[in-house]
């Protein structure tokens, strides 16, 4: 059987390796590349591909939240994150939008393989790091003590909030979102009030801090 792959990846070399990799495998396809978010939204309910592999940091919406409305629309679809990031803000968030499986860009292409396998297998596969970091998030919460992945926010706000925080104006904004300046600044003044900040400073910080963006990192 072979296996209909799409890949999500701001870096094109990524892609590119990602592609020649699974297509020598021989049950591997690779059916097409995005490079944000939308575009594997968009991609994914074209094509149906049985795996995405997901990067997390990406312009216009983050592998995050892309992964959240894939599997929610598309709930036959799997994601496996390939990311560089360790950090648990955007291992909890992978998790917590619907991804089956985490692994690091460190990772060798034998374990690449092993995880599509697993997650076929309707399993969850992490990587040993990364499921050091689940356990240990488990443990904190069962105490009382976690910090789970802000959901204050709407989808819309989190994508405008993303958006801010790569430095986009509020026409350049309006335009993306196909909506009026207007709206964005409706959006962005419920943000500020909802998360109690005062400056695009602020809210760039918070972005970085839930997973939304790298900017400045």
Do not use: W
Not at 92 to 116: Q, R, T, W
Not at 117 to 146: E, F, R
Not at 175 to 194: C, F, G, M, P
Request: net charge negative; proline share 2%.
């Amino acid at each position: 059987m072979c296996v209909n792959v799409l890949l999500a990846d701001d870096h094109k070399i990524v892609r590119d390796g990602l592609r020649t990799l699974l297509e020598t495998h021989g049950s591997m396809n690779v059916v097409a590349e995005a490079e944000n978010g939308q575009k594997t939204i968009t991609l994914a309910r074209e094509l149906h591909p049985e795996i995405i592999i997901m990067d997390i940091s990406m312009p216009d919406m983050n592998g995050i939240d892309a992964t959240r409305k894939i599997t929610s629309d598309l709930p036959g679809i799997k994601v496996i994150a390939l990311s560089m990031h360790a950090d648990r803000h955007f291992v909890i968030g992978m998790l917590e939008a619907g991804a089956s499986g985490y692994l690091l860009k460190d990772c060798a292409f034998e374990e690449l393989v092993n995880a599509i396998q697993t997650v076929l297998s309707n399993h969850t596969y992490l990587s040993p790091t990364i499921a050091d970091i689940v356990v240990k998030n488990y443990v904190h919460k069962a105490a009382g003590t976690s910090v789970v992945v802000s959901s204050e926010l709407t989808p819309r706000e989190r994508e405008l909030l993303q958006l801010l925080a790569e430095g986009l104006s509020a026409k350049q904004i309006a335009a993306n979102l196909h909506v009026s300046v207007k709206t964005v600044e409706t959006h962005r003044r419920n943000i500020t009030q909802k998360l109690g900040v005062g400056s695009v400073a602020e809210l760039i910080k918070y972005a970085i801090r839930e997973g939304l963006t790298t900017v400045g990192t």
